[in-house]
């Protein structure tokens, strides 16, 4: 009798410390969430800012930006960038953050807009439009020019590939690889990033290769 007594004490006690413990985990997990949530959002705004000094011109950062593309397409550097910005870490940038553009590097690139197709819309609407451009230089063979162009970055000016291929990018009109191929044209000293420049450098590239787009993913 005495046995059974202590054996249901036994089993009594640890049945409330097992009670006790399954509340603590569930407290404990309830609080991860919550002051998780607030610790991810402090260390989001410890890496950026978005409000901007009087002046600035604004970049909202898009999937594939680097901080470097940023700064070298608006005539600046990834560090002045990230201390304008407050970046700690300039590899660790998200689409929808604001980056704010120094005043004396401000250019006439457009913030970016809520997908590739209004940016092509905007270049569009002005006389160097990418496809006045691509008519331009390449002349007969501007229709197959502007597919390439339209299949590898939608006409937009600005698109980068953050994939790196031989320590190289794929940016602009026609997706050339920046700096290895870009550097064997004659445009090697212009920004991948001026429509008219990267056209030329694909036309030269075309013409060098017997007039085909074999070093192009898309085909006409």
């Known amino acids: 009798m005495l046995y059974k007594q202590r054996t249901a004490q036994y089993f009594h006690q640890h049945r409330i410390i097992s009670i006790i413990t399954g509340h603590f985990v569930v407290i404990m997990i309830l609080t991860m969430a919550v002051f998780?949530?607030?610790?991810?959002?402090?260390?989001?705004?410890?890496?950026?800012?978005?409000?901007?000094?009087?002046?600035?011109?604004?970049?909202?950062?898009?999937?594939?930006?680097?901080?470097?593309?940023?700064?070298?397409?608006?005539?600046?550097?990834?560090?002045?960038?990230?201390?304008?910005?407050?970046?700690?870490?300039?590899?660790?940038?998200?689409?929808g953050q604001t980056i704010c553009l120094p005043a004396t590097h401000a250019t006439s690139a457009q913030s970016t807009p809520a997908s590739a197709h209004s940016n092509t819309a905007l270049a569009e609407s002005t006389s160097t439009s990418p496809k006045s451009i691509i008519n331009d230089v390449f002349g007969s063979d501007a229709p197959s020019a502007t597919h390439i162009a339209m299949c590898e970055s939608t006409l937009n000016p600005y698109a980068v590939n953050s994939i790196p291929i031989g320590g190289s990018h794929a940016k602009g009109l026609f997706?050339?690889?920046?700096?290895?191929?870009?550097?064997?044209?004659?445009?090697?000293?212009?920004?991948p990033f001026d429509a008219r420049a990267n056209a030329i450098a694909a036309h030269e590239i075309f013409v060098r290769d017997g007039h085909s787009w074999r070093e192009w993913a898309c085909r006409p």
């Open 36 to 95: 998780g949530n607030s610790l991810g959002k402090s260390l989001t705004s410890a890496f950026a800012w978005t409000s901007c000094p009087t002046g600035d011109q604004t970049y909202v950062v898009r999937d594939g930006n680097t901080l470097s593309d940023i700064a070298t397409s608006h005539s600046t550097t990834w560090q002045e960038l990230a201390q304008h910005n407050s970046i700690a870490n300039p590899s660790w940038i998200y689409p």
């Open 175 to 191: 997706q050339i690889l920046h700096p290895s191929t870009w550097s064997t044209t004659s445009q090697a000293g212009m920004s």
